[in-house]
T-cell receptor
Framework: DSGVTQTPKHLITATGQRVTLRCSPR?????VYWYQQSLDQGLQFLIQ???????AKGNILERFSAQQFPDLHSELNLSSLELGDSALYFC???????????????FGEGSWLTVV | AQSVSQHNHHVILSEAASLELGCNYS??????LFWYVQYPGQHLQLLLK??????LVKGIKGFEAEFIKSKFSFNLRKPSVQWSDTAEYFC????????????FGKGTSLLVTP
């Protein structure tokens, strides 16, 4: 158990719908990261938040958005869903970017999203 | 474009065989390098990481990796694999100027047979 909790574990929804994935980081971790894993694209970095502020942005579509709340949990919102959005969405956390990338990043078990 | 390549998508080995998984990247400049492992049904776990210093890095569970700057490579090795090493292995690179984002290779699926 990495200490990073993601809900829901599995989600099936229809095209055009909107879903929210939730992540609770490890206790004490201030940074949260979102990654998407799909068969064709592999593991792709989406976005990072640090203590409530957006810190880095990767290949995140405009239909997707994220936020980190004062209690440090994070949500990834996916809207106008398409079949190609079906993937495993990972959340990860690390303690403090003070040491930059040298902090170990811990991954959750992921949320499986299937768009039908 | 910057990329991370893992050459072997599927590897099958017998127990006690030696393992080497290739990883090449195309970033210039300073890089930070990682190997992650994902056991069936589990989360990604860090095996080892390289930031600077000795290019031969030792990680958990008997794994090691060697950074060869001239070849842009960071290959993962283990002298003798066990059935419990069956998993998906991911190489990841953080370019020094890209914040904390990790760019992953597509992974290598390792099956170790008894």
């Amino acid at each position: 158990d990495s200490g990073v909790t993601q809900t829901p574990k599995h989600l099936i929804t229809a095209t055009g719908q909107r879903v929210t994935l939730r992540c609770s980081p490890r206790s004490g971790d201030l940074s949260v990261y979102w990654y998407q894993q799909s068969l064709d694209q592999g593991l792709q970095f989406l976005i990072q938040y640090y203590n409530g502020e957006e810190r880095a942005k990767g290949n995140i579509l405009e239909r997707f958005s994220a936020q980190q709340f004062p209690d440090l949990h994070s949500e990834l919102n996916l809207s106008s869903l398409e079949l190609g959005d079906s993937a495993l969405y990972f959340c990860a956390s690390s303690v403090d970017p003070g040491q930059g990338i040298r902090n170990t990043i811990y991954f959750g078990e992921g949320s499986w999203l299937t768009v039908v | 474009a910057q990329s991370v390549s893992q050459h072997n998508h599927h590897v099958i080995l017998s127990e006690a065989a030696s393992l080497e998984l290739g990883c090449n990247y195309s970033y210039g400049g300073t890089v930070n390098l990682f190997w992650y492992v994902q056991y069936p049904g589990q989360h990604l776990q860090l095996l080892l990481k390289y930031f600077s210093g000795d290019p031969l890095v030792k990680g958990i569970k008997g794994f090691e990796a060697e950074f060869i700057k001239s070849k842009f490579s960071f290959n993962l090795r283990k002298p003798s694999v066990q059935w419990s090493d069956t998993a998906e292995y991911f190489c990841a690179v953080n370019a020094g100027n890209s914040g904390y984002a990790l760019n992953f290779g597509k992974g290598t699926s390792l099956l170790v047979t008894p």
